[in-house]
């Protein structure tokens, strides 16, 4: 039912909103950022974090994600050097081991040393180098990767923005991002409880991105049938813009150099 003379698109709106600020877990805006990065670390490092793979597979996240860098819908394989932010259990990063060149250099960076810890134990691979740290600092130099991945991350963030401005500053001019995050559905506010954090809204999120200076160029899908009923989160790929003043690409040495000065875990 929709009240006379209020654009229905417009009372769907308020009706998710008011869903999102009762369902929704608020921790995120309500404790300071510090306290709330502290819990986010907490509840990674123990047993909800060792679950994660799991949980990653039983939802289909990982095969779909999988399936999505395998068809070239988002084509990792022109890259050399890719940083995955949020590692987690490697989720995304057992994907990129396999759609890559082998000398292409991929970087693992988590806030949680325990999920790095499972993610290695994982995929026993020698080719990723893994990095604990905060997303709001990343400590790589400017311009050094040509692709990041930030899936399921931003929802960590009471405000996505200096998270976004960082992986831009990393990215080199033209460089590629694949961002995923959950949306503010019934199942994204409720999967919101289980892993405490926050939800976006398309528009919010792209909103965010463009004045991160990373602008969407083309929103993706798992399969039609997430399209169809708008299931499966959001799934972006941004670029970041190439400027006359842009500075110059780091080199792989000049990149590889920084990454051994941060020093990985």
């Known amino acids: 039912m929709t009240t006379p003379g209020i654009p229905e698109d417009h009372q769907q709106g ?25 819990h986010v670390q907490s509840l990674y490092d123990g047993p909800a974090g060792a679950m994660l793979s799991f949980c990653s597979f039983l939802s ?3 095969p779909l994600v999988g399936h ?16 995955d932010v949020g590692s987690g259990a490697g989720q995304i990063l057992g994907h990129l081991l396999q759609t890559t060149h082998p000398d292409t250099q ?9 999920m790095l810890r499972r993610a290695r134990t994982r995929l026993n691979s020698k080719r990723p180098r893994f990095f604990a740290g905060d997303l709001m ?3 790589f130099a400017d311009n050094s990767f040509d692709c990041v991945t930030c899936g399921w991350v931003l929802e960590h963030l009471p405000d996505p923005v200096p998270g976004l401005q ?50 969407w160029k083309e929103q993706l899908w798992f399969t039609r049938v997430h399209k169809f009923f708008r299931l499966g989160g959001i799934l972006v790929e941004a670029r970041k813009p190439v400027s006359t003043g842009a500075e110059p690409e780091a080199t792989p040495d000049s ?11």
Do not use: M
């Open 14 to 38: 308020n009706s998710r909103s008011t869903f999102r600020r009762i369902v929704e877990f608020q921790g995120v805006r309500n404790l300071s950022l510090k306290q709330y990065r502290s």
């Open 137 to 139: 600092h990343l400590p």
């Open 68 to 83: 999505l860098l395998k068809s070239g819908r988002f084509d990792v394989s022109q890259h050399r050097r890719i940083l």
């Open 166 to 215: 960082e992986i831009g500053r990393v990215l080199r001019p033209g460089g590629r991002a694949l961002i995923l995050a959950t949306e503010d559905t019934f199942s994204g506010v409720l999967c919101s409880r289980t892993w405490k954090c926050r939800t976006y809204n398309r528009t919010e999120l792209e909103n965010a991105c463009a004045r991160a200076g990373l602008p």
């Open 106 to 114: 991929l970087v693992a960076f988590d806030l949680s040393h325990q």
């Open 255 to 265: 990149a590889g150099d920084k990454l051994a000065a941060a020093g990985s875990r």
């Open 60 to 62: 289909l996240h990982e």
